[in-house]
């Protein structure tokens, strides 16, 4: 069963939204989360990620101060607040399950996928 993504949409410059993402399965607990994201015409990338007791965060370098990742593991729910928006975020977000208790940039380092969020902010 596939994680579960949700709260894109459409924002314009400097707008914000928050992106949540649940686990239906609700085994992640115990695992690192990270959410990626992938722009048409381009490879996925790292946007951030949190280690299972939500203790320690890390973030790519384009979108730190802006975005903030966090977790409550009694809802089975990672979230993403991304704050003061740029047309260059705009891409389909998802969010993954470490297979381990630290969270990673890696994406190989990921078992299980959501099945994406569009995330479009515009000019």
């Known amino acids: 069963v596939q994680l579960q993504a949700s709260g894109g949409g459409l924002v314009q410059t400097g707008g914000s939204l928050r992106l949540s993402c649940v686990d239906p399965?609700?085994?992640?607990?115990?695992?690192?989360m990270g959410w990626f994201r992938q722009a048409p015409g381009k490879e996925r990338e790292f946007v951030a990620t949190i280690s299972w007791r939500g203790d320690s965060t890390h973030y790519a370098d384009s979108v730190k101060g802006r975005f903030t990742i966090s977790r409550d593991n009694a809802k089975n729910t990672v979230y993403l607040q991304m704050n003061s928006l740029h047309p260059e975020d705009t891409a389909v977000y998802y969010c993954?399950?470490?297979?381990?208790?630290?969270?990673?940039?890696?994406?190989?380092?990921?078992?299980?996928w959501g099945q994406g969020t569009q995330v479009t902010v515009s000019s």
């Open positions: 399965r609700r085994t992640s607990t115990n695992n690192g």
């Open positions: 993954a399950a470490s297979r381990y208790a630290t969270g990673s940039s890696e994406p190989s380092r990921y078992a299980r």
